[in-house]
């Protein structure tokens, strides 16, 4: 079991931003990520900065941990612009980024950019879109040269040299629960992302989430498979704050041990929690997490 953090970027670099990365590499998280939007819910009337640069000024700041987006999607991104972005990040970092890809919501940043006689994007069009927007940033990190014509998205003999540190391409994290993003997770994804069930966030039990995690995984499976692919050569990904616990695993370290063990058993591999926000959606006692950080996993034999 892996044990990961994510950190909100909501605090200038200059005003603790660059310790908290600096904290994460000390506390010994396999890796800290950052959520890839223009703004986020109960966020959105606050400061919050960009992914890319933020995990660029991260990538200068440590030295070991892995870095990346949790998760980017196509409401705000290009392909093409993206992979650039992407393998000039993985160059600063020495070759520590990992990519979490997901559809998107229908929230703020699905409608930034729209004109005003434009509408959001039907749940088809969307899962269209990120079929696409997978198979074309898989082919631009990958490939010198690229041109592509889809319906959605294009590239015409684009060039991206000298590619990526990591070989093939830096790792993709694909956020799937329905049956075409499972396949893209299947096809693409050297790990899968789920936030369990949002159907009974608010109305299940744990006992629920994690029978409905398990049917995730058992579906991943089929579709590992359907695609000639070892479920198991995937990692498996849970960023927690989304499950009917509420904040329990952050109250205690044995509520942690607790709570990871439980998932690790259904074949969870990489826990990812929250990095603190005092009155927030993510409020936690930094003192508990921090002993998380280093005792949890520990204790799990992780």
């Known amino acids: 079991m892996r044990l990961s953090t994510v950190i909100l970027p909501v605090r200038r670099w200059s005003e603790g931003g660059r310790e908290q990365w600096q904290r994460a590499e000390e506390l010994g998280f396999h890796a800290a990520y ?14 919050w900065f960009g992914a890319v640069p933020t995990l660029t000024a991260a990538a200068a700041a440590t030295s070991r941990l892995r870095l990346g987006t949790l998760v980017t999607s196509p409401n705000f991104r290009h392909p093409v612009t993206l992979a650039k972005e992407l393998i000039s990040l993985d160059d600063v970092s020495d070759g520590r980024i990992n990519l979490g890809i997901g559809a998107g919501g229908s929230g703020f940043d699905a409608t930034a950019l729209l004109r005003g006689d434009e509408e959001a994007w039907a749940p088809r069009e969307r899962a269209d ?3 696409e927007f997978v198979e074309l940033l898989d082919r631009l990190l990958t490939r010198d040269v690229v041109t592509y014509e889809g319906a ?16 093939p391409r830096l790792p993709f994290a694909v956020a799937a629960t329905g ?3 499972l396949r ?22 744990p006992d629920d989430s994690l029978a409905a995690i398990g049917g995730q995984i058992q579906r991943l499976g089929k579709a590992c498979a359907d695609a000639g692919r070892d479920v198991n050569k995937l990692d498996k990904i849970l960023l927690t704050g989304f499950t009917p616990d509420g904040g329990r ?11 990871a063990g439980r998932h690790a058993a259904l074949g969870i591999d990489e826990i990812v929690l929250h990095w603190p926000i005092a009155d927030s959606v993510f409020a936690a006692d930094p003192a508990v997490f921090e002993k998380i950080a280093t005792e949890g996993v520990a204790q799990l034999g992780g």
């Open 129 to 131: 879109r990120f079929g």
């Open 152 to 167: 959605h998205y294009s590239a015409r003999e684009v060039r991206n040299i000298p590619g990526c540190v990591q070989r």
């Open 249 to 259: 695993p952050l109250s205690s370290v044995d509520a942690f041990v607790d709570f």
């Open 184 to 205: 893209l997770a299947a096809r693409y994804g050297q790990a899968w992302v789920t936030t369990g069930d949002p159907k009974i966030f608010e109305t299940g039990t």
């Open 34 to 47: 950052t959520y890839d939007h223009l703004s986020w819910r109960s966020f959105r009337d606050g400061p």
């Open 179 to 181: 049956p075409r993003g």
